[in-house]
T-cell receptor, first 113, second 112 residues
Framework: DAGVTQSPTHLIKTRGQHVTLRCSPI?????VSWYQQVLGQGPQFIFQ???????GRGNFPDRFSARQFPNYSSELNVNALLLGDSALYLC????????????FGSGTRLTVV | DAKTTQPTSMDCAEGRAANLPCNHS???????VYWYRQIHSQGPQYIIH???NNETNEMASLIITEDRKSSTLILPHATLRDTAVYYC?????????????FGKGTKLTVNP
């Protein structure tokens, strides 16, 4: 079975631009979450989506948005990029209401210059 | 809003047990403790999780104190490939949502 897949793996953007990151969850996983990991820190929660609805949002500005599609894949969008948005963006999926852990993708490394 | 405290780094000899401690004194009754590890900025890898009881799987054992204020992850026979950053995490749930709250992690180095 394929794991959680994220694209692209690496990305370089200029300040002020916008970016779209993509995530495909494990088949059957309807919950998708996004995390930001700045170098040297643990991942921080950005969003959780379940059944195409936003269920939770972390302490991130409105420049960050996301959506989930009918096939449960998800996109994370960041507008007006700042240098501080440079990070590893991780997507995780799991089956809700089941006693399992989250499976993370390998992440997208975003560098803002 | 980190809910866990871990040592910054630890060393372990290859073949020996690695015992990684974690404090989560503010954990609530319905919040699970998860352990993940991360190697070279890859995605975090799930190890084990528990609520109240001790748990064991093919990778590790999780010992949770009776008051649930701390836990220990045990890798019974550490290998060089176990060198990684280990995160002790609390899964927080609220109003139909949930999130993993990561701490800063422990950098475990397994030495030959």
């Amino acid at each position: 079975d394929a794991g959680v897949t994220q694209s692209p793996t690496h990305l370089i953007k200029t300040r002020g631009q916008h970016v779209t990151l993509r995530c495909s969850p494990i088949s059957g996983h309807k919950s998708v979450s996004w995390y930001q990991q700045v170098l040297g820190q643990g991942p921080q929660f950005i969003f959780q989506y379940y059944e195409k609805e936003e269920r939770g949002r972390g302490n991130f500005p409105d420049r960050f948005s996301a959506r989930q599609f009918p096939n449960y894949s998800s996109e994370l969008n960041v507008n007006a990029l700042l240098l501080g948005d440079s990070a590893l963006y991780l997507c995780a999926s799991r089956i809700l209401n089941a006693n399992y852990g989250y499976t993370f993708g390998s992440g997208t490394r975003l560098t803002v210059v | 809003d980190a809910k866990t405290t871990q040592p910054t780094s630890m060393d372990c000899a290859e073949g020996r047990a690695a015992n990684l401690p974690c404090n989560h004194s503010t954990i609530s009754g319905n919040e699970y403790v998860y352990w993940y590890r991360q190697i070279h900025s890859q995605g975090p890898q799930y190890i084990i999780h528990g609520l109240k009881n001790n748990e064991t799987n093919e990778m590790a054992s999780l010992i949770i104190t009776e008051d649930r204020k701390s836990s220990t992850l045990i890798l019974p026979h550490a290998t060089l490939r176990d060198t990684a950053v280990y995160y002790c995490i609390v899964r927080v749930a609220w109003e139909g949502s949930e999130k993993l709250v990561f701490g800063k992690g422990t950098k475990l180095t397994v030495n030959p």
